[in-house]
């Protein structure tokens, strides 16, 4: 009881003190706060402890409002970890305060419950409304007190000054926080817009070295095809003369290796000139319905069965119908080549995708090795003895150019799937 009425007795010497004392500590603990951007925690700390201090009550929190609860932001008194920092505002003090907008002094919140519930164990209550600088209301600098005590006007200005203070400091965070926020996403679509401008770089550069390449691959081809055609033209003249047999099997390997020579010169200027399209509007399983015939017509696809799966709804692209004919008859080709004699290719259009439609060749032949599936598409890499290694090669790039992509998959359970990937324009005919 001593204990108690001397802290009494210290609060009204405190209370009773020379006006210019009060103003001193005021202004010193006003000094002492020091608020730096994005370091609000302790901040809010000193003036919950300075509010405390200087009207002499038991607890002091700083709470920010939201959406019908209140989160302690700081408080005078140490919270353990345990202790929650969320509280709904139904039926307490600080809901009153929130809705009149202005400050709340109830001498004993216990003896009148009309504005609100205290905290528990407390009975005098202070509440000063956070505001923006627009008027909003965002939270409180609350004040409590085990006993029932009357505040003054002089105490209720000193925690207005205060509350003035710390809801400048939390405006201004939440303002520091957008900016981070602003900053971050500003940066990410800079890194984003930075990528695609290197990607643009790279396919220019790209373009213009196949540009160069294409000139110089098409003025050796010439230079090559034209002594070639003699060459071919001289070997033929040979076949009407009377030859022996090992003579003449030399000739026909001669001319062999000079078509072939002919051919892949013919590759290589496919392969280096620009994908000039000739675009038109494609429904893709009418597309493969006019290709089916003249493929199932190919040697290397003779005694093998193609089973077409059209798109239902079919689905319309934009592609230049000739260099997809070749990108396709490649494919088949390859496919057929990879299966024995009364297997089966199954060509199957996608259009489960809203944007692009995926169509796959496939078969069942022996799995490719992983080493070899990653080089199918290089140039000049081939594992055919008499392949020269463009086909794909020249397949990928006329996808490419389309806008698309062309892929790869093996493996032992499901055979051998090459997709085609191409963008869609609208759906085509049922």
């Known amino acids: 009881m001593q204990q ?5 007795a210290d609060d009204e010497e405190m209370l009773l003190q020379q006006p210019w004392q009060r103003e001193r500590q005021i202004i010193a603990r006003l000094s002492s706060l020091n608020y ?10 000193n003036i919950a402890c300075g509010v405390s201090e200087l009207i002499a009550v038991d607890w002091t929190v700083v709470t920010f409002c939201q959406e019908g609860f209140e989160t302690i932001l700081a408080s005078s008194l140490e919270m353990s970890e345990d202790t929650p920092r969320v509280y709904a505002l139904h039926g307490r003090l600080i809901a009153t305060v929130l809705q009149i907008g202005r400050t709340l002094a109830v001498e004993d919140a216990v003896a009148n419950p009309e504005y609100g519930k205290p905290a528990p164990g407390y009975r005098a209550y202070l509440g000063i409304p956070l505001q923006t600088t627009e008027g909003q209301v965002f939270g409180t600098v609350c004040s409590f007190h085990r006993q029932a005590r009357e505040f003054t006007k002089e105490e209720i200005q000193i925690v207005e000054l205060f509350a003035e203070r710390a809801a400048t400091a939390i405006d201004h965070y939440h303002l520091y926080q957008q900016q981070c926020q602003f900053n971050h996403i500003l940066e990410t679509e800079v890194e984003k817009r930075t990528a695609e401008l290197q990607a643009a770089q790279a396919k220019l550069l790209e373009q213009e070295r196949l540009a160069a390449i294409g000139e110089f691959a098409a003025m050796i081809v010439h230079e090559i095809r034209n002594p070639l055609t003699t060459m071919i033209m001289g070997l033929k003249y040979f076949k009407k003369t009377v030859l022996t047999e090992a003579a003449f099997e030399r000739l026909s390997l001669a001319l062999s290796e000079a078509s072939r020579l002919e051919n892949l010169l013919s590759e290589i200027l496919l392969y280096a000139k620009p994908q000039v399209l000739q675009l038109c509007e494609l429904d893709v399983n009418e597309f493969i319905c006019e290709l089916l015939m003249p493929i199932c ?4 696809a003779l005694s093998r069965q193609i089973e077409f799966i059209p798109a239902l709804p079919s689905v319309k692209i934009l592609g230049d119908k000739d260099k997809l004919k070749q990108v396709f008859i490649n494919i088949v080709r390859n496919a057929c080549e990879a299966v024995s004699a009364g297997d089966a290719i ?18 069942g032949g022996e799995p490719i090795p992983s080493e070899v599936l990653s080089k199918l598409t290089q140039p000049f890499f081939s ?48």
């Not at 290694?389 to 020249?394: D, E, H, Q, T």
């Open 4 to 8: 108690a009425s001397m802290s009494k």
């Open 36 to 45: 730096r951007t994005g370091e609000i925690g302790s901040y809010l700390h």
């Open 297 to 300: 017509e190919m040697p290397e």
């Open 346 to 363: 199954k060509w199957e259009v996608d259009s489960s995708s809203f944007d692009k439609i995926c169509i796959n060749v496939c078969n």
């Open 383 to 430: 594992t055919k003895p008499s392949g020269t290694g463009l086909g794909l090669a020249i397949s990928k790039r006329i996808v490419n150019a389309h806008g698309g992509e062309l892929s790869i998959e093996s493996d032992t359970m499901t055979g051998t799937k090459v997709s085609v990937q191409l963008p869609v324009v609208g759906l085509g005919s049922l």
